[in-house]
């Protein structure tokens, strides 16, 4: 009797390799020991094909001199100082550069369309949904040629430079801005805006605070427009304006001086912010409507008004369901931003992996590098997001 | 085209026969020689509509397959940019780059390949508009100037400002044809490449009569097809195939007269068309090599004439690549 009750309890006697959980570890040994011994075997499998054929290797030549021009530098660069590590840095801002302003102008312009579209007006909604179903159907190479030739050739030679009024010149060579130039003084000006900024937060939390706790609403709309715009500026009319601007100038051949906005530039900027656009209306309306139509009725029957509902009701619940897909369009447009290489945009591909790689000839290792900086770019962009996901995810209680 | 490059590296890794010695057996049992060429570039390696490649470096190929096959149509041709041509050849992709490619000791030491020649002495120039009045290209301070990406051209074009301490902006494409297109486009002051390009891309800007090439020459641009290390019968044949077309000039045996050089006493010609020696089998070819050579493509003169020079849209004097007998310096080691 006792001896099957003592049967009965322990656990059934199986084989060790019928154990599921030794199994589970016995297979995930086996995987890593597969992957572990293709990447070691690919690893000195090029290491030696390379020696044998005599192909230079290793990343020596980050340190050599470059010896090239770049037509867009954002950091310090010269052909005749500045090494093949430095000409990666420049390449990686200028991707970053294209990226990052292409990010905010999508997300602007796709909010914009994306709310559109659900607009009760006909025309408005039309005209948003045609612009997707335009835009999204089209390669995005095909349009930044477009885009490419558009601006080239609809714009003027530079002998006949169009002259925007306030100093600014457009021609087939770029956007020429003034550059403004801060003379001593300017320093207050800067601290009048740090401590404007300071001044706007710590009041956007008070009112907030004394909102939840009286229900009392503050101005912080006008309260913030003076502390950040008026107050610097008040302190710039104090200190005479220690402000100057240098303007660009027509040369024999180009115009130089100022900021100089590249065509090649801005054709990626507009091709990338208007295809990315469309995906993120696309992302934004599906958002709103995933937002159930009782939600809003509630909100009316509590007495909000239409503009409150939006802001403290839908937009809420919506970003829950936008912020996961909107996260892969902002990465789409970073790794779209490699084919800045058809349009002549020094990006990192166009820099790095087309003059370096074909200067050093070691493809191996630039390639590798490449990759390595856009999936890293992506996974930083992909964890902020997904901090930002986390902090207005729903919060079960 | 960064696509193209990983899955060339790739190859890189994985390739096993990347630095085999037996290309001559590979292109026999495939039946056809991978040519890595210019595919935009008219006097050097350009298909018509129908497809039928020509140019200088086109026919050097189409030499090798002529002295191999006894056929110059075994060639498949490949089209490479400047930026992938030197990972299409590292990688086995072609057996030889025939590309208007320049001879730099970088290149030759670092790359895993041997120049075997020099198929056209060239040197950089400047196109630019007539209508900007510039007679030389120390004016072009300031200017921006259009450049094909992965060019020694690139190099060249940063060296020659810099030394002549003059301010460029330089604006950078992947392939010849996007750079003259925007050079076209008013993008740039003037577009820069090897002197016998800017005679070929001249043909395809919307009007060539408003463009002047400027006269300074900023650069050696010894031009000349490359192989892959490791395979030294492979390196001899190329190089002598070129030697035998210049040696075949030197000698006057032509495309018209091949067969009367076959009955020819003058030891010279005797061994050059095989009636006596072996020295196409020395090589690892036939003893009538050159004849299959000459009598399919011709000699080098005529293969100059044919595609950049009288004979040709290009009209571009012979200058440095006449003979050395005849004021150039092209020179080939006798065939004995």
Same mark, same amino acid.
């Given at each position: 009797m006792s001896t099957d009750l003592s049967a009965g309890s322990?656990?059934?006697?199986?084989?060790?390799?019928?154990d599921p959980r030794i199994r589970s570890i016995g297979y995930q040994i086996a995987l890593c020991a597969v992957i572990v011994v293709l990447v070691y075997g690919a690893v000195t499998n090029a290491i030696e094909h390379l020696q044998r054929a005599h192909i230079a290797s290793g990343f020596g030549f980050w340190n050599n001199n470059a010896g090239f021009d770049i037509g867009q530098t954002l950091i310090e660069y010269s052909s005749q100082s500045s090494t093949? #590590?430095?000409?990666?840095?420049? #390449?990686?801002l200028n991707t970053l550069l294209v990226a990052g302003i292409g990010i905010v102008f999508a997300t602007v312009l796709g909010f914009v369309i994306g709310i559109s579209r659900l607009s009760k007006n006909w025309l408005l909604s039309k005209t948003a949904g045609g612009y997707v179903e335009t835009i999204r159907n089209i390669p995005l190479l095909l349009q930044l040629l477009f885009w490419y030739n558009a601006v080239l050739k609809a714009l003027p030679d530079m002998r006949d430079s169009i002259a925007v009024p306030g100093g600014a010149f457009l021609n087939n060579r770029g956007l020429f801005l003034p550059l403004p130039i801060f003379k001593t003084g300017f320093g207050a000006v800067e601290i009048a805006l740090v401590v404007g900024v300071i001044g706007f937060i710590v009041f956007a939390i008070w009112a907030r605070k004394r909102q939840e706790q009286t229900g009392r609403q503050a101005p912080v709309v006008s309260v913030s427009l003076a502390l950040v715009i008026a107050l610097p500026l008040a302190v710039l009319a104090l200190e005479r304006f220690p402000l100057g601007f240098e303007f660009p100038q027509a040369g024999r051949f180009n115009i130089t001086g100022g900021i100089e906005v590249l065509?090649?530039?801005?054709?990626?900027?507009? #091709?990338?912010s208007i295809y990315t656009a469309a995906f993120i209306a696309e992302v934004v309306r599906a958002g709103i409507l995933a937002v159930s139509s009782g939600q809003v009725e509630a909100a009316y029957s509590l007495g909000l008004r239409p503009r409150p509902t939006l802001r403290l009701i839908v937009v809420p619940q919506a970003m829950r369901v936008i912020i996961p897909p909107l996260t892969s369009q902002y990465?789409?447009?970073?790794?779209?931003?490699?084919?800045a290489v058809a349009i002549g945009y020094p990006d990192l591909v166009q820099v790095f992996t087309g003059t370096v790689l074909n200067q050093t000839g070691q493809a191996v290792e630039v390639v590798a590098i490449t990759m390595l900086v856009y999936l890293t770019i992506s996974l930083v962009t992909s964890l902020l997001m997904n901090i930002y996901n986390s902090r207005i995810a729903l919060v079960e209680r | 085209m960064k696509k193209f490059a990983s899955i060339l590296a790739l190859a890189v890794i994985f390739a096993a026969q990347a630095a085999s010695a037996q290309t001559l057996k590979t292109v026999k049992d495939r039946g056809s020689l991978n040519?890595?060429? !210019?595919?935009?570039?008219?006097?050097? %390696?350009?298909?018509?509509?129908?497809? !039928? @490649?020509?140019?200088?470096?086109?026919?050097?190929?189409?030499?090798?397959?002529?002295?191999?096959?006894?056929?110059?149509a075994k060639v498949k041709f490949v089209a490479l940019t400047a930026k992938d041509r030197f990972t299409a050849l590292q990688s086995g992709e072609v057996d030889l780059l025939a590309r208007n490619t320049t001879w730099t000791s970088s290149r030759d030491t670092s790359l895993g390949l041997n120049f075997t020649g020099v198929n056209y002495y060239d040197g950089q120039g400047f196109i630019v508009r007539k209508a900007l009045k510039v007679n030389s290209a120390l004016e072009l301070n300031g200017a921006s100037v259009c450049v094909q990406q992965g060019t020694t051209t690139e190099l060249n074009l940063a060296d020659y400002f810099r030394a002549n301490k003059m301010q460029v902006k330089t604006v950078t494409f992947a392939t010849s044809s996007e750079s003259v297109k925007a050079y076209d486009a008013g993008r740039c002051d003037a577009y820069t490449t090897d002197a016998s390009g800017l005679y070929g891309e001249r043909l395809r800007l919307a009007n060539a009569a408003d463009h002047i090439i400027l006269p300074e020459i900023i650069s050696k641009e010894p031009l000349g097809p490359a192989v892959r290390h490791g395979d030294d019968q492979w390196f001899d044949i190329v190089k002598w195939v070129h030697f035998a077309m210049i040696d075949a000039e030197e000698l006057n045996i032509t495309s018209k007269n091949i067969s009367e050089m076959l009955k020819s006493d003058n030891p010279e010609i005797k061994r050059m068309v095989g009636t006596e020696g072996n020295f196409g089998e020395q090589l690892g070819l036939s003893k009538d090599w050159v004849v299959r050579i000459v009598k399919h493509v011709g000699n080098y %003169?005529?293969?100059?004439? &044919? !595609?950049?020079?009288? %004979?040709?849209?290009?009209?571009?004097? &012979? %200058?440095?690549?006449?003979? @050395?007998n005849k004021g150039g310096i092209q020179y080939a080691p006798p065939v004995r």
């Open positions: 322990a656990p059934a006697r199986v084989a060790f390799y019928n093949y #590590g430095r000409a990666f840095w420049v #390449g990686l065509p090649e530039f801005a054709a990626l900027l507009f #091709g990338l990465l789409n447009l970073t790794k779209n931003s490699t084919l | 040519c890595g060429s !210019n595919g935009t570039l008219a006097g050097f %390696g350009l298909p018509d509509a129908q497809g !039928n @490649w020509t140019g200088l470096d086109v026919d050097l190929c189409r030499a090798i397959a002529a002295a191999i096959f006894d056929d110059p %003169g005529e293969v100059f004439e &044919r !595609n950049v020079g009288q %004979g040709s849209l290009l009209k571009i004097d &012979r %200058g440095l690549n006449r003979l @050395w």
